[in-house]
């Protein structure tokens, strides 16, 4: 299915050795935010990108949704390149491309009511305008998400639950019918028990209407929960990326690991002490190699070049240790 | 999240309510426009009619006296007063709407904008406005009101469009910006709808400092005889009392009045702008 | 008992009314981790101030806290307090790692907080920094060198410097990454099992991660602890509807929602300004009985834990 000037193509999106590079301080210091990443999507696939603060993951989403250029590297949507859009091709994109965002009170304006927003995105992105009652695209669109629009309707963004206002985050992005939905962290900042139902939402959106979804997060379990493919990053580069069940089911790269382990699961124990980590290093002053590198138990010699990203199986991993069983 | 049930206006009365910083600035202002508006109404003269006595300290008949050229100084005072309120408040309004324009579109357009707009507020932060008037008064050969209102709303906008538009930087990144630009909604629409509003407050702070600065400057023009070629202000007979040595001669009269006023009604301004700010700055709000 | 809390209610005092944070607690504190879980508009970080700082716009209005049998807060008199706040009972307040004074090194902070203890409380200092693996350099630093890890790991050492006897910490290791999460919370199981400290409370909105390190937890809802017992017992089979739902409502690595869909919990977070009648979760509740609108369901002990539900009564 395409619309306007896109592309049938094997791959929905796709990332091409994207970098940014941010200026910081008074003296311009470079910090490489996100470094040489390259991913691709299948249309109707949910991908996870995970990562900790710092990882670059918040950046990747910004700059998929046209808010920050990279510094180098494309990004493609269906054939096109995103930064290369102009004029009514950057409407036509976020018909096709939409996003959601952590914090749900700063995602809606103060001083306006809830369904300003939503007005907004069907007065400038719905199709076929004009046929249709307003009020009532938009009361079908959050009982959608599963709110009740008496509930809702004419209320301040205040006066709603993080969680009714996430729900009418996604009930405005829907609004536009995208193709590509970009979830950074959309439920990091909800409470535990109602996390479960917006990710069930999700789900639905993908299962019924093949949508594509991006989730952005840190918490594994959530991640694992819904998820088809997992991009693990740390510090601005993929560390291991593929199928769900490889990567954190059996996970190869040593920065998975640790990440494995320092979950904290229901189902089981933490047994053994993991110890304390040295805090005598400055990890952004060692840059060289692999960057994980300083914190790894397994680094040996090798790691002070950067690894490249091996091919095993399904999934890919950027790490020496596999040099030698690249398939 | 826990809901709250007063709106976010009730509580913003609320607490002005309670600030004493603005409701004895506001009492203050009030009394001195009260002053403005019924003041004319209880003398017979007007601001530049001779009443035939010279020099006379204040009487019943002359609650203020009169000066040297036989004008009542009662009546010069309210009638000045309602002169500068008029001043301040155009030139207050003319600084503050220039001011908000500029830092908006330079601050949400950002690139070439905003170097351009920046540029040419640097330009009038740096030249010398005072000598700016001069030749602007010089050249105009009649000055009324409103021409002298113009005069500085035009040169007092710079450092307003500066805040502003620092402001706009910190606005035009949060996710609604984001998520209307998502919206395909315009530039303009971004900037007028979504963060002007936010702005709202910022503003009428603003404009209360606006409005303090341009009376201010009225009376320094005023003083160096580059005021209004016709009427009356506060400015003007502080000038004239100045020029003809009313202190010396004895008549406190002449430029006591004016002067008291002057300072009374920028220090309710200044008072209220405080009080604002500590109700706006939820830092400074005082607990009970 | 190490610290007792009975019938303690306390509210925030608003423009419209009262904010009942705390709406009848009764805890008692051995010598043990106490996890204290709760979801927004559950009342637990307002539960930790008003057992230690209690302060407007928050009022004491009933019941009371002992320390040692000796009452510390009771309505309108909380002047035990200063006795034994920092010596005896220290709090790491939420936020805590970001109120430190950015202008100050870490060792001025330490002097001003130990003010007259002389100049042991710095050798005191390097010695617990050395246990925590953190380089004594540290003292020399200023807290915005620090990273989030080491930040909050400073903190732990700074509150617990005068060996208190119980230590609360309010949503310590929220703002930090899985990896350091797991560090701090280990440090805090090694101050206890050492015996720095005789018993901590840590407060989260985190079941997952307090369930690793605590040995009992309390589960709050509305401003009240709907079940409080064993960990293990608490998380394998908790008996409340809302710890049951609470709990069946988390993922785990290994459940995908193809497999095994999980429910949230219907409705929204509780108004503590009218909190419901009756037992305040019954609005979201699956297992709702009729009277549960209008009773107020006491506290009982069923199965080893104490729990605050009609169905038990």
């Known amino acids: 299915m395409t619309r306007g000037v896109w592309n049938l193509c094997a791959n929905i999106l796709e990332l091409r050795g994207v970098t940014k590079v941010f200026k910081t301080g008074l003296t311009g210091k470079p910090v490489v935010a996100v470094d040489k990443v390259s991913f691709a999507l299948r249309e109707g696939e949910i991908l996870s990108l995970l990562g900790e603060s710092g990882s670059g993951k918040s950046t990747i989403a910004r700059m998929i949704l046209r808010f920050l250029k990279p510094t180098q590297g494309s990004i493609i949507y269906r054939g096109k390149d995103v930064w290369r859009l102009q004029g009514r091709e950057v409407l036509e994109y976020y018909q096709e491309v939409q996003g959601i965002f952590q914090d749900p009170y700063s995602s809606f304006n103060p001083i306006h009511r809830v369904e300003h927003h939503l007005k907004q995105a069907l007065r400038s992105l719905a199709d076929g305008k004009k046929n249709f009652d307003e009020d009532n695209v938009i009361r079908e669109a959050m009982e959608r998400v599963g709110l009740n629009p008496q509930n809702v309707m004419g209320k301040y963004p205040h006066e709603l639950s993080g969680g009714q206002l996430q729900r009418l985050s996604i009930a405005r992005a829907l609004l536009a019918r995208p193709r590509l939905l970009v979830a950074d962290e959309p439920v990091s900042m909800l409470d535990a028990s109602t996390r479960v139902d917006l990710l069930n939402i999700l789900a639905e959106l993908r299962d019924e209407e093949r949508m594509t979804i991006i989730l952005i997060g840190h918490d594994l379990s959530l991640a694992y929960y819904i998820s088809d493919t997992v991009v693990v990053l740390y510090r601005g580069s993929v560390m291991e990326s593929g199928h769900v069940d490889e990567v954190l089911m059996r996970p190869k790269h040593p920065y998975t690991r640790l990440l494995l382990d320092s979950v904290p699961q229901l189902d089981k124990k933490w047994e053994h002490r993991m110890g304390l980590e040295n805090g005598d290093q400055d990890y952004d002053e060692l840059s060289k190699g692999c960057k994980f590198a300083p914190r790894c138990p397994k680094r040996f010699d090798k790691c002070e070049e950067t690894p490249p990203l091996l091919t095993l199986g399904s999934r890919r991993v950027s790490c020496w240790l596999y040099a030698d069983r690249q398939s | 999240m826990e809901q709250h049930t007063v709106s976010r206006t009730k509580e913003f009365l609320h607490h002005i309510r309670r600030n004493r910083k603005v409701k004895a600035g506001l009492a203050l202002f009030a009394a001195i426009l009260a002053l403005a508006i019924v003041g004319p109404l209880f003398t017979p003269y007007g601001p530049l009619e001779p009443t035939g006595e010279a020099g006379r300290p204040p009487s019943l008949e002359h609650p203020l006296g009169t000066n040297t050229f036989t004008y009542d100084v009662y009546a010069q005072t309210v009638y000045g007063l309602r002169s500068s309120l008029l001043i301040g408040f155009l030139g207050g309004l003319i600084a503050t709407v220039i001011g908000i324009l500029i830092g908006l579109a330079a601050g949400y357009m950002g690139g070439l904008v905003d170097e351009f707009l920046m540029m040419l507020t640097n330009i009038f932060l740096v030249i010398p406005t005072l000598a700016l008037l001069i030749v602007i008064a010089a050249y105009i050969e009649y000055r009324g009101i409103m021409i002298e209102s113009l005069i500085i709303g035009l040169t007092s906008w710079p450092w307003t469009a500066r805040a502003v538009r620092a402001q706009t930087l910190s606005l035009k990144n949060r996710e609604f910006v984001l998520v209307a630009r998502m919206s395909g909604a315009s530039g303009l629409r971004i900037m007028v709808g979504e963060i002007l509003p936010n702005m709202f407050s910022y503003a009428i702070m603003v404009f209360i400092l606006q409005f303090g600065g341009a009376i201010l400057y009225a009376v320094g023009l005023d003083f160096l005889g580059l005021g209004p070629t016709k009427g009356i202000s506060l400015g003007l007979i502080l000038q004239q009392a100045v020029l003809w040595n009313a202190i010396q001669l004895g008549m406190w009269w002449w430029a006591i009045p004016p002067g008291l006023i002057i300072a009374l009604l920028l220090a309710s301004l200044y008072t209220i702008n405080t009080g604002m700010d500590e109700v706006l700055n939820p830092r400074l709000r005082r607990l009970e | ?313």
């Open chain 3, 1 to 313: 008992m190490l610290l007792e809390v009975r019938g303690l209610r306390a509210y925030y005092r608003t423009l419209t009314g009262y904010v009942k944070a705390v709406n009848g607690v009764d805890l008692q504190l051995g010598e043990e981790i106490l996890g204290i879980v709760g979801e927004s508009g559950s009342g637990k970080s307002t539960l930790a101030s008003s057992i230690i700082l209690p302060k407007p716009p928050l009022r004491i209005v009933e019941g009371e806290v002992l320390f040692r049998g000796e009452r510390i807060v009771a309505p309108s008199d909380t002047s035990g307090l200063t006795r034994v706040r920092y010596r005896h009972i220290s709090i790491i307040p939420q936020y805590a790692m970001d109120s430190l004074s950015p202008t100050r090194k870490v060792y001025k902070i330490i002097k001003d907080l130990a003010r007259g203890l002389g100049d042991d409380v710095l050798a005191k200092a390097r010695r617990r920094l050395r246990r925590v693996n953190l380089p004594e350099r540290v003292l020399d630093m200023y807290p915005v060198e620090l990273s989030g890890g080491m930040k909050q790991r400073t903190v732990i050492v700074i509150s617990t410097l005068l060996d208190p006897e119980v230590l609360i910490a309010d949503e310590v290791t929220s703002a930090l990454d899985v990896t350091t999460q797991r560090a701090v919370l280990e440090m805090l199981r090694d101050f206890k099992d050492s015996g720095i400290v005789r018993s901590i409370m840590i407060i989260t909105h985190d079941i997952a991660s307090v369930y690793q390190v605590s040995d009992t937890l309390a589960i709050m809802y509305a401003g009240r602890i709907v079940e409080h017992g064993p960990a293990e017992k608490v998380i394998r089979d908790p008996l409340h509807p809302y710890a049951q739902a609470l709990i069946s409502s988390i993922p785990k690595i290994g459940i995908h929602y193809k497999m095994q869909k999980l429910k949230g919990i219907p409705g929204n977070p509780p108004s503590l300004r009218n909190p419901p009648s009756g037992c305040a979760f019954h609005p979201r509740c699956s297992r709702s009985l009729d009277e549960c609108s209008s009773r107020e369901p006491r506290m009982v002990s069923k199965d080893g834990r104490r729990v605050a539900c009609l169905l038990y009564e």
